[in-house]
């Protein structure tokens, strides 16, 4: 990079100003300046130095010039790499990091808490270059928040002063909570598996079978190999989550769990374990027909590969949908519900919270509390019948 031009002025406050261009073989330029001399000759030595180094090549630019998305991605590709986040974690900041509006992605240094509140304003919207639609105050919440956490970084890492995100208005946890969810009764999940190994393939039935029973995320569903099978319980022994690389690849891959009680063992009901025995023995005559080896995973799809996790969620909307239209249940609910009822289940039967959490391979039985400890209308019901009979009124 050579030099090509350079100034020095005096400011307002009597300091001192100097500025340089340089111009690289390509025509691309870089502009640096710095403030602050007490003197014109402090000016004029630093701008000296600074031509030297641009003529010489070694001229290295401040790090608070990095932009936003690329501090964002170096921030979060380093955590991946010294493994303090899952794949699947780093991936879904990605996608965030890359949502960032062309407008904000000015170096980092000069991004302010209004630049801030404008993109999360715009975000929420659906308005400026954002092409997803209107957001919820939940996604734009989970957007500040990991610009926020990269920002501490920068701070920590001495490449900009303050952290613009800490004064930035974002929504409260109060508006960003998750819209309340439909969770069947018992007698419509009663309803709706007795109509699956009616209705359905049995490949489908099984995996709705598990994912009540169970309460197991689908990353585990998908994961589940038979060596994990032992005939009285399953182990979550490994996930299969779906994530984008850095090449904008998707991969489909196996991994450890978030946690470490997200590697655990759940027990079965011998009815279910009636119902896994025959599906083993099913899937391998149909292996056998169609000529190939022993099928390792539990769940299989409907040509007996390994059953991608997006693929499930899908299969299960489309069935819920029947079901609906079928009168067997009458509204519809997701697949990671499944995990909700079987919580809510559990703590309406009265099993203490610590053997809920290991179920569901949560990190403590707190957390249990907070997300799965609401009430319901027949636990509302019966509280009243005891405050009643205790009142004798």
């Not at 709706?192 to 309460?215: C, M, Q, V």
């Amino acid at each position: 990079m050579a030099y090509s031009t350079g100034s020095i002025d005096q400011l307002p406050s009597g300091n001192w100003r100097a500025r340089a261009h340089f111009v690289d073989r390509n025509g691309d330029g870089q502009r640096v300046t710095k403030s602050g001399f007490r003197t014109k000759a402090e000016a004029r030595d630093w701008l000296k130095q600074v031509h030297a180094a641009g003529a010489s090549g070694e001229y290295v630019k401040p790090a608070s010039d990095v932009r936003l998305r690329d501090y964002l991605h170096l921030w979060n590709d380093a955590r991946e790499d010294a493994l303090q986040i899952k794949p699947g974690t780093a991936s879904g900041y990605r996608d965030k990091i890359r949502q960032i509006p062309d407008w904000l992605n000015k170096p980092i240094g000069k991004v302010t808490a209004g630049d801030l509140n404008t993109f999360y304003g715009e975000y929420m919207a659906g308005g400026g270059q954002q092409a997803d639609g209107r957001k919820s105050p939940r996604s734009v919440l989970y957007m500040h928040r990991m610009v926020r956490k990269g920002l501490k970084h920068a701070v920590a890492d001495g490449v900009v002063n303050k952290n613009a995100a800490d004064t930035a208005v974002a929504p409260s946890t109060g508006a960003a909570r998750a819209p309340e969810r439909h969770i069947w009764s018992l007698a419509e999940a009663q309803r709706f598996l007795a109509w699956s190994f009616d209705e359905l393939p049995a490949y489908r039935a099984i995996a709705w079978l598990l994912a009540f029973s169970t309460g197991a995320r689908r990353q585990d569903l998908a994961g589940w190999r038979w060596q994990d099978f032992d005939g009285a319980n399953v182990v979550c022994a490994v996930a299969r989550s779906r994530f984008t690389d850095r090449t904008g690849r998707v991969v489909v891959a196996e991994g450890t769990h978030k946690t470490e009680r997200g590697r655990r063992t759940i027990a079965l009901h011998e009815s279910t374990v009636r119902r896994l025995e025959q599906w083993r023995a099913a899937q391998r005559v149909a292996a056998f027909e169609a000529g190939l080896g022993r099928c390792e995973h539990i769940l299989t799809n409907a040509d007996l590969g390994s059953w991608h996790p997006d693929s499930i969620s899908q299969m299960w909307r489309k069935d819920v949908r029947r079901a609906v239209g079928e009168g067997i249940v009458d509204q519809i609910t997701t697949l990671h519900d499944c995990r909700h009822w079987h919580a809510t289940q559990l703590i309406a039967d009265g099993v203490d919270l610590n053997t809920v959490a290991c179920r569901l391979g949560h990190a403590n039985a707190a957390f249990t509390l907070a997300v799965y400890g609401h009430s319901d209308p027949a636990r509302d019901r019966a509280a009243a019948e005891k405050v009643g009979a205790a009142l004798g009124f």
